[in-house]
């Protein structure tokens, strides 16, 4: 019973990390193409105007992949729950990376270290 409990676990954690990564890429590749925009009108020498529309959509859509990460990191946080309770809480599941303190235990300076530029 034990085996399928952490077979299960490790198919779902798998699941996870790919949903997680892609994203993260998604969110990297709009910052990028929002980026990109303005540069580029301008080298055209267009107008601010034009294009206008496009950066705010391009720019709806990182809020909306913000939004979503912060669902699948939320998910995460559940599932670790979810394991304690089918009694893995003690198991590794997943690539063995360095799982982060639990958020009451991190500091703003700590958290502050710890963000990336996209």
């Not at 729950?81 to 703003?108: C, F, N, R, S």
């Amino acid at each position: 019973m034990l085996k399928e409990r952490r077979l299960a676990a490790e198919q779902v954690a798998a699941a996870l990390f790919e949903a997680e990564a892609a994203i993260d890429a998604a969110v990297s590749k709009t910052a990028l193409l929002t980026g990109v925009m303005p540069s580029l009108r301008r080298q055209a020498g267009a107008s601010a105007l034009i294009g206008q529309d496009a950066l705010e959509r391009a720019s709806q859509a990182i809020a909306a992949l913000a939004e979503a990460r912060r669902a699948i990191v939320e998910t995460h946080k559940e599932l670790s729950v979810v394991q304690g309770q089918i009694g893995l809480g003690a198991v590794m599941i997943g690539d063995g990376g360095e799982k982060p303190p639990p958020m009451a235990a991190v500091t703003e300076r700590q958290r502050m270290r710890a963000l990336r530029v996209a």
